[in-house]
């Protein structure tokens, strides 16, 4: 069923009898060309792209839970191409120029806004790096533009430009970047996948892997085992503990990070905000709700939720940045595991384990990459060589010293 | 969370700083070993989801290194040793 404003009006003048499921619940079949670990935003799209870009038939996502019901529905929902290194921002540029085409592309109104987001700076040596970042952004064919405090005052007079600590000097603003509705995002992609054959399977728990002589056979589920020529695993924030299932150790560490809701306020803040400094960021949904979050809680976890600290340390950061936020109360806080990678950049490549590909260490900005992630996997899956923009996204990175390291931390991923 | 410092009893985990995986204490021999068992031990993790031995740094309290055990599918601490001492029942000299 295709949408259109039309078609509400007829359903509205019907009522609404005729809106059908938006994709089947089918059983799994015995085998598959690839099947899919993780039905989250990027294993959607990496079936959806698989389908629809790359020509595969007999395709399976397989989800544990229902589908989006991990980090796709748990972030604060940006989206933006403002990164720095070479084997970053061609890819994420790549990922921004399809947010802006992927409603029409997949008929699904996934609310992608492009209300701008912008980096506070606070130094002159700020203003260098940012100044740098900018060009690199716009060698990339990104946009970006150097704010003075003048034109950040005029956006939000409200904020604290005389803070002693991090006075406002400016930001760095890319107007192309936004929010997306999220869930809408995993909805989108399933119902495009499901429409072009793809059995999503949910309720489906890998629970091993059949390998034989260095070759994927196929999965144990707990919907008995599943038969497949290409595996590809999808499940950022649990990737150490399905690739332990074929043996293999990953240079990733599993984080918790906490996401905030303010209770509805008028609309004041019109785009996203990020306070680096005082490790917070901030956006405001159409709902009204300030949405917000700051750093990982920084210690190993499993446990999709954080501690006090953290929260009182994004608490004080949007204080800082905004007295006027003050009395708001906080509606909802929650907690999502992140893949922390030992320098902060994802890895989309093939494992040692012929037919099993990998998809994951996209630490706390995957949802941003969603559709280029989609695509590149797909494109490594169907035609077994990395597409052009996640080249770099290699396993062997930190054997051969090609690490993205955009903060220049090293392997310490509680700091990226 | 609460770290029961075997020197101080029970602080804050807010004192600490972490650092990871108390295997990162077996640093492999750089004489010896080659650069594949250099990288293992650098960058690669076995980030299980339940019992986790891992350092923290007592930087705001007597700077002393443990190895503490904890829970990651839950966060429940369950002991905390000096790493001094780790290292030297592993037959380290510190």
Known sequence: MRYSGLRVIAEALTGHKGWKPVWRDPAPQPDYDIVIVGGGGHGLATAYYLAKEFGQKRIAVLEKGWLGSGNVGRNTTIIRSNYLLDGNEPFYEFSLRLWEGLEQDFNYNAMVSQRGIINLIHTDAQRDAFTRRGNAMILNGADAELLDQAQVRAMYPFLNFDNARFPIKGALMQRRGGTVRHDAVAWGYARGADSRGVDLIQNCEVTGMRIAGGRILGLETTRGFIGARKVGVAVAGSSSRVMAHAGLRLPIESHALQAFVSEGLKPFIDGVMTFGAGHFYVSQSDKGGLVFGGDIDGYNSYAARGNLPVIEDVAEGGMALMPAIGRARLLRIWGGIMDMSMDGSPIIDRTPVEGLYFNGGWCYGGFKATPASGWCFAHLLARDEPHPTARAYRFDRFLRGLMIDEKGQGAQPNLH | ?94
């Open chain 2, 1 to 94: 969370m609460i770290i029961p410092h075997p020197l101080l009893g029970p602080r804050d985990a807010q004192e600490f700083v972490y650092l990871g995986d108390a295997s990162l204490m077996n640093r492999p021999d750089g004489m010896t070993a080659g650069i594949e068992a250099f990288h293992d031990w650098l960058y690669q993790r076995d980030n299980p989801a339940g019992i986790h031995r891992e350092l923290w740094y007592h930087e705001q309290g007597d700077r002393s290194w443990l190895v503490v055990t904890r829970n990651t599918l839950t966060h429940e601490i369950l002991g905390a040793e000096l790493a001094r001492d780790v290292a030297r029942a592993m037959g380290r000299t510190k």
